[in-house]
C-alpha cells in the first residue's frame, strides 16, 4: 500500500469526531438541553463522568416543579417546563409519575403574608395563575394545614411534580431517538481554542470537535469555567431530603413554608403521587461544599417543622433520607447565555434549587439560543438571566 494512504488512513482515526453542540453535564439541565436540541436537528454529543442519565444532582431533587417565583425569567421558563412535562406521557408515552397538585406557600406571621401578597401582581402579570387564599379557603382546600396562627397562602393550581429519575430517563431516551449521542463514565479535562473560539474539547478518553460547547455541569460548573481561565460565581451547597412510607392521599398541594427558624431558612413537602411525603429544608446557616453524606441533625430539625405545619405527620414513618447539592449563584437565578470572552461557550449554570423546574423550558431555550433563533421575549429572559449580569438582586422565593 502507498505511504500516503496509510498516513491518511492514521489521520481520520485521530480526527476528533466532529458535532454541532457539546455540552458537559447529563443532569437536570443537560439532558432536556440535548433533547430539545436534537429535535430541532443539530447534531448533540452529551458528556457525563457519571454512569448513567441525572446522577448528579438531578437525582437528588424532590420532583417539585413550579413557575410560582418571584422574577418573571424564572417564571416564564418554568411556565414552558409545566407544559412540557404534564403533556409528557400524552405525547411520549413514559409514565413520569405526573401529579398536577398545585403549590401553596403559607403564612403564619404578617411579614411572610405581606411578602407573599406582594409578589402576586408581578407574577400574575408574568402569567402565572396564582391567587391568595384566607385563612379558611386555604384550611378548605388543606384540610391538614394547622389552622393555629394560619394567615393564609398563595395557591398556583398548575404547579405540579414528578419523579427526577423518571424524566430524566424519559427526556434521555427520546433524545437518542432524535439522534442526541450520551457517552457516559468520560470526564471533561479541557476545552480546545483557537483565537479565542471554543473549537471542541478533551475527557479523560477522547477528543471531540465543535464550534459550541455548553456547560451544564451543575456544582462543578466552576472547574469547568477554570479550563478556560474563567470564574463562574457558582458555589455547591448541600441539602437533605427525606421519603416517607407510602399512604392514602391526604396531602395536595406541595407545601412551603419560607419562614426562617430552626437552623433552616425554609422547608417544603408534598405527597408524591404514589403516595409518600417528600421533603427537604434549607440549612441556615448554608452548608458550602460538595459533601452527600446524610447527617443526623436533618430529620429531628425537619420533622419538628413539618408536624408544627401538619400535625398528622407524626404517625409517618421515615424510609430514608439524602443529601445532595444546589449549584448557587450569589442572587438564587441561573447564568444562562454566550460567554462574552470565548466565542462559542455557553452557559446554564447556577441552578440554585430550582434545575429540576428549570430544566425542560432551559433546555429549549437554550436549543434556540444556539440556533440564534431567539423571540423578544426569550432575549428578555435572557437578558435578565445575563452571566454578566451584577448579581444584586436577591431572589424572594428562593
Ligand atoms: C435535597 C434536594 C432537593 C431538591 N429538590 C428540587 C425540586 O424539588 N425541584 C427542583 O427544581 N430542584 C430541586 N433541587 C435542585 C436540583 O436538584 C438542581 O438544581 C439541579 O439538579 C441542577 O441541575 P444541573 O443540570 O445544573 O446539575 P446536575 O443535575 O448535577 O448535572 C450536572 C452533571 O454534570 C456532570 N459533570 C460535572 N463535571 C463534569 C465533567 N468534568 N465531565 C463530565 N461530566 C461532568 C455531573 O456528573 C452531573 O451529572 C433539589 C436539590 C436537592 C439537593
Given at each position: 500500500m502507498h505511504l500516503l494512504a496509510i498516513d491518511l488512513r492514521k489521520a481520520v482515526r485521530t480526527m476528533p469526531s466532529t458535532y454541532d453542540v457539546i455540552i458537559i453535564g447529563s443532569g437536570s439541565v443537560g439532558i432536556p438541553s440535548a433533547w430539545a436540541m436534537a429535535r430541532s436537528g443539530l447534531n448533540v454529543l452529551v458528556l457525563d463522568k457519571l454512569a448513567s442519565p441525572g446522577q448528579g444532582s438531578n437525582k437528588a431533587a424532590i420532583g417539585g416543579m413550579r413557575a410560582t417565583h418571584s422574577e418573571p425569567a424564572k417564571i416564564k421558563i418554568c411556565l414552558r417546563s409545566l407544559e412540557i412535562a404534564s403533556t409528557w406521557q400524552g405525547t411520549y408515552g413514559h409514565d413520569i409519575d405526573w401529579r398536577t397538585g398545585g403549590?401553596?406557600?403559607?403564612?403564619?406571621?404578617?411579614?411572610?403574608?405581606?411578602?407573599?401578597?406582594?409578589?402576586?401582581?408581578?407574577?400574575?402579570?408574568?402569567?402565572?395563575?396564582?391567587?391568595?387564599?384566607?385563612?379558611?379557603?386555604?384550611?378548605?382546600?388543606?384540610?391538614?394545614?394547622?389552622?393555629?396562627?394560619?394567615?393564609?397562602?398563595?395557591?398556583?393550581?398548575?404547579?405540579?411534580?414528578?419523579?427526577?429519575?423518571?424524566?430524566?430517563?424519559?427526556?434521555?431516551?427520546?433524545?437518542?431517538?432524535?439522534?442526541?449521542?450520551?457517552?457516559?463514565?468520560?470526564?471533561?479535562?479541557?476545552?480546545?481554542?483557537?483565537?479565542?473560539?471554543?473549537?471542541?474539547?478533551?475527557?479523560?478518553?477522547?477528543?471531540?470537535?465543535?464550534?459550541?460547547?455548553?456547560?451544564?455541569?451543575?456544582?462543578?460548573?466552576?472547574?469547568i469555567g477554570k479550563l478556560l481561565g474563567l470564574d463562574h460565581p457558582v458555589i455547591p451547597d448541600s441539602h437533605e431530603a427525606g421519603i416517607t412510607e407510602p399512604v392514602a392521599r391526604f396531602l395536595d398541594p406541595m407545601i412551603v413554608d419560607i419562614q426562617p427558624g430552626d437552623q433552616s431558612a425554609n422547608c417544603y413537602f408534598f405527597q408524591l403521587a404514589t403516595g409518600q411525603i417528600v421533603f427537604a429544608l434549607t440549612p441556615d446557616p448554608l452548608i458550602p461544599g460538595t459533601d452527600c453524606r446524610e447527617t443526623s441533625d436533618f430529620l429531628p430539625l425537619i420533622a419538628k417543622r413539618m408536624i408544627r405545619l401538619v400535625p398528622r405527620l407524626a404517625n409517618l414513618r421515615v424510609r430514608r433520607t439524602w443529601r445532595g447539592l444546589y449549584p448557587m449563584s450569589p442572587d438564587g437565578a441561573p447564568l444562562v447565555g454566550r460567554d462574552p470572552s470565548v466565542e462559542g461557550y455557553v452557559l446554564a449554570v447556577g441552578m440554585c434549587g430550582h434545575g429540576f423546574m428549570l430544566g425542560p423550558g432551559l433546555g429549549e431555550l437554550m436549543d434556540r439560543m444556539v440556533r440564534s433563533d431567539l423571540t423578544e421575549d426569550d432575549q428578555a429572559t435572557l437578558d435578565a438571566l445575563s452571566p454578566s449580569r451584577n448579581f444584586k438582586g436577591n431572589a424572594a422565593l428562593k
Amino acid at each position: 500500500m502507498h505511504l500516503l494512504a496509510i498516513d491518511l488512513r492514521k489521520a481520520v482515526r485521530t480526527m476528533p469526531s466532529t458535532y454541532d453542540v457539546i455540552i458537559i453535564g447529563s443532569g437536570s439541565v443537560g439532558i432536556p438541553s440535548a433533547w430539545a436540541m436534537a429535535r430541532s436537528g443539530l447534531n448533540v454529543l452529551v458528556l457525563d463522568k457519571l454512569a448513567s442519565p441525572g446522577q448528579g444532582s438531578n437525582k437528588a431533587a424532590i420532583g417539585g416543579m413550579r413557575a410560582t417565583h418571584s422574577e418573571p425569567a424564572k417564571i416564564k421558563i418554568c411556565l414552558r417546563s409545566l407544559e412540557i412535562a404534564s403533556t409528557w406521557q400524552g405525547t411520549y408515552g413514559h409514565d413520569i409519575d405526573w401529579r398536577t397538585g398545585g403549590y401553596s406557600f403559607v403564612a403564619y406571621n404578617d411579614s411572610i403574608r405581606d411578602t407573599l401578597q406582594g409578589l402576586i401582581g408581578t407574577q400574575q402579570a408574568s402569567g402565572l395563575d396564582i391567587t391568595w387564599l384566607d385563612r379558611s379557603e386555604l384550611l378548605e382546600r388543606v384540610p391538614a394545614l394547622q389552622p393555629d396562627g394560619l394567615l393564609g397562602g398563595t395557591f398556583s393550581p398548575n404547579d405540579g411534580q414528578c419523579s427526577p429519575l423518571l424524566l430524566g430517563q424519559a427526556m434521555f431516551e427520546q433524545a437518542c431517538k432524535e439522534g442526541a449521542t450520551f457517552r457516559f463514565q468520560e470526564t471533561v479535562t479541557d476545552i480546545d481554542t483557537d483565537n479565542g473560539r471554543v473549537t471542541g474539547l478533551r475527557t479523560d478518553k477522547g477528543r471531540y470537535a465543535a464550534p459550541i460547547v455548553v456547560n451544564a455541569a451543575g456544582g462543578s460548573a466552576p472547574e469547568i469555567g477554570k479550563l478556560l481561565g474563567l470564574d463562574h460565581p457558582v458555589i455547591p451547597d448541600s441539602h437533605e431530603a427525606g421519603i416517607t412510607e407510602p399512604v392514602a392521599r391526604f396531602l395536595d398541594p406541595m407545601i412551603v413554608d419560607i419562614q426562617p427558624g430552626d437552623q433552616s431558612a425554609n422547608c417544603y413537602f408534598f405527597q408524591l403521587a404514589t403516595g409518600q411525603i417528600v421533603f427537604a429544608l434549607t440549612p441556615d446557616p448554608l452548608i458550602p461544599g460538595t459533601d452527600c453524606r446524610e447527617t443526623s441533625d436533618f430529620l429531628p430539625l425537619i420533622a419538628k417543622r413539618m408536624i408544627r405545619l401538619v400535625p398528622r405527620l407524626a404517625n409517618l414513618r421515615v424510609r430514608r433520607t439524602w443529601r445532595g447539592l444546589y449549584p448557587m449563584s450569589p442572587d438564587g437565578a441561573p447564568l444562562v447565555g454566550r460567554d462574552p470572552s470565548v466565542e462559542g461557550y455557553v452557559l446554564a449554570v447556577g441552578m440554585c434549587g430550582h434545575g429540576f423546574m428549570l430544566g425542560p423550558g432551559l433546555g429549549e431555550l437554550m436549543d434556540r439560543m444556539v440556533r440564534s433563533d431567539l423571540t423578544e421575549d426569550d432575549q428578555a429572559t435572557l437578558d435578565a438571566l445575563s452571566p454578566s449580569r451584577n448579581f444584586k438582586g436577591n431572589a424572594a422565593l428562593k
